[in-house]
């Protein structure tokens, strides 16, 4: 318990009755907030530690509970295990529609209360705030938006080699020969099942555009998933392949983007948590790496919202300090400090993005301009498109697919139409 709060209840007298009881009740305050989540690289652990400082300063204590992996696939599934045992954490970093299914399930609180407070409905986006919502009620909050459909260079790896950033696919595979020439690995990746959507994703935008995107993972419509677009869509990706390395199956995230940190690979494709990596090495966002959006998505943006839900609590004083939690996620200091670090932009729209670096007000601009062009999608690979059943099934056959020289585009497009049935 920080002083401020302690301190007072030493000087209690019996002739204070009434100003202890105050104080007694401010102290009761004071709680836990048990925090689950799955930012455990280099530059994720900095940024969630902002919001512990926070926390703490208010005078509430932070238990971490950290679980590692990308995309938080471990943290869902140990999630579900602490849940059904009857003791979830207070606080827990669930995105997109499967907030939906915890709120099904009855486990979530109401933060209503702070959300009129902080006038949420105002800040937020429509896309984001309704992300947030069960019932029309609030039951978590929104921490920032990444954009998935990133490519990140390292430029005097292209300029070794003579390429440019690449603005098209054609562009990417004949860089991709020089670069091989010239001895880099020209696409860093991490052969994991979330990693292979993120990639696959930002293929079909690029070649059907957002309402073919739509239509496949949200619509999840038959005829488009089995269309000649996919079909294309899904060659390229696996083309992909021919620019990637051996090194790859099983590979983290973070230490594909260490590879193009390194200088051992040219680019990657990932969501722009990876810029949190690249400033953690100390390097500068246009100069010493530079971000361009997937070759064909420019006026896209893929989005992935990060956010806390907010388990239902008995215990006063943890209900208080998981509403404080809340209260300081929407904050802008929290906003600006995080979202500096952990490569995002700012849930709430309304924040000077001066201070930014130039990544981040591309993406700020982009977001915009893609709610207005109705060219902003959410992501597969992230959660926000669909069902946690059919997304797993997604998953499976995107992973089978890439990884199995046998196994084609149609047969792979056929598996997908067939997973999506599972939603109806
Ligand atoms: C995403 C998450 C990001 C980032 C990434 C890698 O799903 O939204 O914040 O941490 O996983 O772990």
Redesign the pocket.
């Known amino acids: 318990m920080p002083a401020r709060l302690r301190f007072p209840m030493l000087r209690l007298t019996c002739a204070a009755v009434a100003t202890a009881a105050a104080l007694t009740t401010t102290a009761v305050q004071a709680g836990e907030v048990e925090v689950l989540h799955?930012?455990t690289?280099g530059g994720?652990a900095e940024a969630v530690g902002t919001l512990r400082d926070l926390l703490e300063q208010e005078g509430h204590s932070w238990k971490d509970f950290a679980v590692a992996g990308?995309?938080?696939d471990s943290a869902m599934t140990v999630l579900k295990s602490r849940a059904m045992s009857g003791n979830p954490p207070s606080a827990a970093q669930i995105?997109g529609p499967e907030i939906q299914e915890w709120g099904e399930l009855g486990l979530l609180g109401n933060l209503d209360d702070v959300a009129q407070e902080g006038n949420w409905d105002e800040l937020l986006p429509d896309v984001v705030a309704n992300m947030m919502k069960y019932d029309g009620h609030y039951v978590a909050v929104p921490v920032?938006v990444?954009r998935v459909n990133w490519l990140w260079a390292n430029p005097e790896v292209l300029a070794a080699a003579g390429v440019e950033v690449p603005t098209s696919w054609d562009e990417l595979f004949a860089a991709g020969e020089k670069l091989r020439e010239a001895g880099y690995v020209p696409l860093a990746h991490g052969g994991q099942p979330?990693q292979d959507a993120t990639t696959f994703e930002t293929v079909v935008l690029s070649l059907g555009g957002a309402d073919f995107y739509r239509n496949a993972f949200v619509e999840l419509d038959e005829d488009t998933l089995k269309s000649e677009t996919m079909i294309e869509a899904l060659d390229t990706f696996k083309r992909l392949r021919e620019l990637m390395d051996e090194g790859m199956p099983g590979r983290d995230?973070n230490l594909a983007t260490k590879m193009v940190i390194d200088g051992q690979a040219a680019m990657q494709i990932m969501?722009d948590?990876a810029k949190g990596e690249f400033s953690a090495a100390g390097m500068k966002a246009g100069s010493d790496y530079v971000c361009a959006p997937v070759p064909g998505t420019d006026a896209d943006f893929i989005f992935?919202i990060?956010s806390f839900a907010m388990f239902q609590l008995e215990d006063e004083s943890a209900a208080e300090a998981q509403k404080t939690l809340a209260r300081l996620i929407l904050e802008p200091d929290f906003q600006e400090s995080f979202n500096k670090i952990?490569g995002?932009i700012p849930a709430r729209p309304d924040l000077d993005m001066g201070d930014f670096d130039s990544c981040a007000q591309r993406s700020m601009e982009d977001f915009k301009a893609a709610q207005a062009n109705d060219t902003l999608v959410p992501s597969v690979a992230?959660?926000m498109a669909m069902r946690s059943d059919v997304q797993g099934a997604f998953f499976d056959i995107i992973t089978n697919y890439f990884n199995d020289e046998s196994m084609t585009a149609e047969q792979a497009s056929e598996r997908l139409a067939q997973a999506a049935s599972l939603a109806f």
């Open positions: 799955w930012w690289s994720e990308g995309a938080g995105n920032n990444h979330w995230w969501g948590w992935n990060d952990k995002s992230h959660r």
